[in-house]
């Protein structure tokens, strides 16, 4: 006991003594090769419609393998089964050897077939070792670790002598703080601060350089990935951060969140004046549900109103540290103008959790599907036409009328023919293997822009970045600037129309941890094991969620489809089914009743169980699902098929 209270002062001293390097821990070094991409023009490139978003790396010198992955162990002590690239399905971080064959994989995959990268965050390990308390020292190294492992697959090779550090990468790379990219962790104070002014340092080759002012007041910034054409914003969520005890919400003047939003307002403005569109992301994800708000209230409203508001100009929302892939929809009827102006000050509630431990993010995810499941049905307008004027029968007229009038209705509840009443925000799932490893690589449409290239001899960022957005703290009396919302003439915005630069689809990576630790600590292996990630659901020819594209009303549908809970009466081929019914009630149920005895389990809304599954990267099995979700009883008795199999082979007959 003694020996083990010594050892964190001497691994203290330096970190890059803690673990040896196998070879696979190595930097990428002279194994990447200069881009293959060749430009158009001179320094030119054209675009390829992808782009990149990769989260919660949390890299850990101290991880060591065949340690014990017990909680208070860490996967730094004892003896375990930690793998040697991760342990997945504990809360344990990323050994370096999964870092560096993580951008190994990029590097040979991804990186020239994409047109920009956006990283949110969580690039230190957490403090979760009281033994080996992190240093600033160290989440700085950390965070410098990935930035040199981004220039190791996306560095230009050509401008050794090139003193411009914005002018390092073949394609714009845009950052963003997370809540463990600080020290202490969460705590994040109004700026300039010492992290704002380290990180303007850590990535400079990232942030423009007309910008480097604003960052340094606040920790946000943007980078125009397309000139002229389309913007992506890293914001720093962690002055919106519920677990931020540093900062009081986004409603007085004097509160850095406030002066975000009016710097946010201020740019949105100016690319709305300049027909660009924008891309929002972040690290601390706008939850809302009963038991997790990650969000101060007033920062949800202001974030809220801004996304109705600017929904002709902003394409989608994307960020991270949940570790879990899903979405969620913001309500601008719940938007409440009197508690973004101030003018109703908020009773002090207790600070909910913003733990998304695998126990706490099953409440999590039930209560998005408890919310969802007040969306309205999905009402075909569909109708059987009349010949000459003249319907076949008066019945049949007066079924068409009633239809019609249902998808008038259904269509005024979602705000309209686009569901202008919501924005969709988009969650990635980690590298960090909480669960598998995953990364995300999204589709856009790049019509009118195939004329528009990426300059790869410009600096990011354009002289719009240079828009002053003043000083706007001081008294805390001030008259709110609500924001212009479209012009009636203009067209729905492209997270709403499919359009140019609307998102497609997305793919959708894993590493199966298990496998492939599994293959390379096996001595009997009779070839040579390769880490690689492999596509977890694609959404382009997914049947499952059904997404013709990543609107917002597309995830309208999808949101209600997931929060059924009671099968439909008037169509026998649905599959929504209310949870704790067993096919035996519901053959009961039936006009057409058999004399059958199935076995009694409760069956599953297809849709939820895919997205259940897909939370946690297909990493957790399927009694641990049921335990937590009840999907049905007998589940062990399917055995370990893909879901489609399972899926298929759970369909109840009607009678």
Not at 65 to 90: R, V
Not at 279 to 302: F, M, N, Y
Not at 624 to 638: A, C, R, T, V
């Amino acid at each position: 006991m003694i020996l083990r209270q010594l050892i964190p002062v001497v691994l203290s001293t330096t970190t890059s003594l803690c673990v040896a390097n196998p070879a696979w821990q190595k930097p990428l070094g002279n194994s990447v090769t200069p881009s293959s991409r060749t430009p158009s023009v001179a320094g030119i490139s054209k675009l390829h419609g992808r782009f990149l978003h990769i989260t919660d790396l949390h890299p850990d010198r101290f991880y060591s393998q065949a340690s014990s992955t017990d909680s208070d162990d860490a996967c730094h002590w004892g003896n375990g089964s930690a793998g040697i690239f991760g342990a997945e399905l504990t809360d344990c971080d990323s050994p370096i050897t999964l870092v560096n064959a993580t951008f190994q994989w990029i590097n040979d995959n991804l990186k020239d077939s994409i047109d920009f990268v956006v990283w949110t965050g969580d690039s230190a390990r957490h403090d979760n070792d009281e033994l080996i308390p992190r240093t600033e020292k160290e989440v700085i190294d950390l965070n410098e670790l990935l930035v040199h492992k981004f220039v190791e697959v996306f560095g230009k090779k050509d401008n050794i002598n090139d003193t411009d550090p914005t002018n390092d990468f073949i394609i714009p790379i845009i950052p963003n703080f997370g809540n463990n990219d600080i020290l202490p962790h969460n705590i994040f104070t109004q700026g300039p601060n010492r992290w704002t002014k380290t990180f303007s340092h850590v990535w400079r080759q990232f942030i423009p350089e007309e910008q480097r002012h604003s960052f340094e007041r606040g920790g946000w910034f943007f980078v125009e990935v397309i000139p002229n054409k389309l913007a992506v914003f890293s914001l720093n969520t962690l002055y919106f951060f519920n677990s931020n005890t540093a900062t009081d919400g986004c409603a007085e003047r004097s509160e850095p969140g406030y002066e975000q939003f009016e710097w946010l307002r201020i740019q949105l403005q100016f690319l709305r004046q300049q027909g660009m569109k924008a891309i929002l992301t972040g690290h601390v994800p706008p939850a809302r549900t009963q038991s997790k708000q990650s969000w101060d209230e007033t920062c949800w409203q202001k974030y809220t109103l801004w996304l109705q508001q600017y929904r002709d100009v902003i394409v989608g929302g994307l960020y991270g540290h949940a570790n879990i892939d899903h979405f969620m929809l913001q309500d601008s009827k719940q938007i409440d103008m009197e508690i973004i102006t101030g003018e109703v000050e908020l009773a002090r509630q207790p600070r909910k959790s913003n733990d998304f431990s695998i126990q706490s993010s099953a409440e999590y995810l039930t209560e998005l599907r408890n919310g969802w499941s007040q969306l309205p049905d999905k009402v075909d307008a569909k109708t059987k036409k009349a010949r000459n004027g003249i319907w076949p029968s008066f019945d049949l007229g007066i079924k068409n009328m009633k239809r019609r009038s249902k998808h008038d209705k259904y269509l005024k509840q979602i705000g309209g023919v686009w569901g202008e009443r919501y924005s969709a925000t988009l969650v990635g799932a980690s590298v960090v293997p909480n669960y598998y490893p995953s990364m995300r690589v999204f589709e856009y449409n790049t019509t009118e822009t195939e004329h528009s290239l990426v300059t790869l001899q410009t600096k990011p960022g354009s002289a719009s970045s240079a828009k002053n957005h003043g000083d706007f703290r001081g008294s805390r009396k001030h008259k709110h600037v609500k924001p212009k919302p479209p012009s009636k003439s203009q067209p729905p915005g492209p997270a709403y129309s499919p359009q140019s630069l609307s998102l497609l689809g997305y793919t959708q990576y894993f590493a199966n941890l298990t496998r492939v630790n599994a293959a390379f600590s096996s001595p009997h292996t009779s070839f040579d094991p390769v880490f690689t990630y492999e596509i977890e659901y694609d959404t382009r020819n997914d049947t499952i969620y059904g997404l013709a594209d990543l609107t917002v009303r597309s995830y309208i549908d999808l949101a209600a489809r997931i929060g059924k809970y009671r099968r439909k009466s008037d169509d026998s081929e649905s599959d929504h089914w209310e949870d704790g019914e067993d096919d035996r009630s519901v053959a009961k149920k039936s006009k057409h009743k058999k004399k059958k005895h199935h076995k009694k389990r409760k069956v599953i809304n297809k849709a939820w169980f895919a997205f259940v599954n897909r939370a946690y990267v297909g990493a957790k099995d399927e009694d641990s699902l049921h335990d937590q979700f009840g999907f049905y009883e007998d589940w062990g008795n399917l055995g370990r098929r893909p879901l489609e199999s399972v899926l298929v082979a759970n369909q109840l007959e009607d009678g």
